[in-house]
């Protein structure tokens, strides 16, 4: 009879990221990356230590309590964007504030705000499959800022889109970050997606082997908010 083999994703993680900062989490695949967001989002639990966010220990909290502070402090972008393809894209925008009993006239107009503000105005009443990948990444990212949330993380956001729409879509997360003092964590296998960060944190086989601050966003830092 065969035993089950042990296998440690992370290894000592020490990470503190300030509130407004942008970090983007760097590694190949199988560098553990997506295991450390899920444990920063509290998505997983570790096996050993303590996740923070705000100075709450979500790692502790059970699953009635995680899902309250989510709702009220955290919010996602998916690679695969996770629109529900029945809603339109106000629609969609709009759910996280359902969840926060918002009324629903409130909650439309807000998300009707936040598509103008990605560049959607024309969009709004469009389904998902009436989308190109960009304009449903950016009602993604719209779904993402719409209950103005403390921090962000963000999956590959850009690996399914080209390189224009991947630098689109990557300023609009950083100016939306700077301009509402929100925290960002990115997880990335593509170098390129480090320009957008203020810090860098790399791994290799579980283990931060750097985290440093990027000396080269110069530019992206003038990237315009769209109104």
């Known amino acids: 009879m065969m035993g089950q083999e042990h296998v440690v994703a992370l290894h000592n993680i020490d990470l503190d990221i300030p509130r407004g900062e942008v970090c983007c989490i760097f590694g190949t695949s199988g560098s553990g990356k997506s295991t450390l967001l899920n444990q920063l989002a509290g998505l997983e639990k570790p096996t050993r230590g303590v996740v923070r966010i705000g100075g709450v220990p979500i790692s502790q909290l059970n699953e009635n309590q ?84 403390e921090v962000v993380f963000a999956d590959e956001p850009t690996g399914n889109l080209d390189t224009r729409t991947t630098k689109e879509v990557m300023h609009m997360i950083r100016g939306f970050a700077k301009r509402f003092h929100q925290t960002i964590v990115l997880v990335s296998h593509d170098p390129e997606m480090t320009e957008y960060a203020d810090r860098i944190v790399t791994l290799i086989d579980g283990r931060i082997v750097s985290n440093v601050e990027n000396q080269v966003k110069a530019e992206i830092d003038a990237a315009p908010y769209i109104e």
């Open 66 to 149: 995680l899902a309250a502070f989510r709702q009220k402090h955290i919010g996602f972008v998916f690679q695969s964007y996770n629109l529900l393809p029945e809603l339109t894209a106000a629609e969609n925008v709009a759910m996280p504030l359902m969840f926060k009993g918002i009324d629903p006239d409130v909650r439309l107009l807000e998300a009707k705000k936040m598509l103008c503000r990605v560049g959607l105005k024309d969009r709004m009443d469009h389904f998902p499959n009436q989308m190109s990948g960009g304009q449903q990444q950016r009602v993604g990212i719209a779904r993402a800022f719409v209950t103005h949330p």
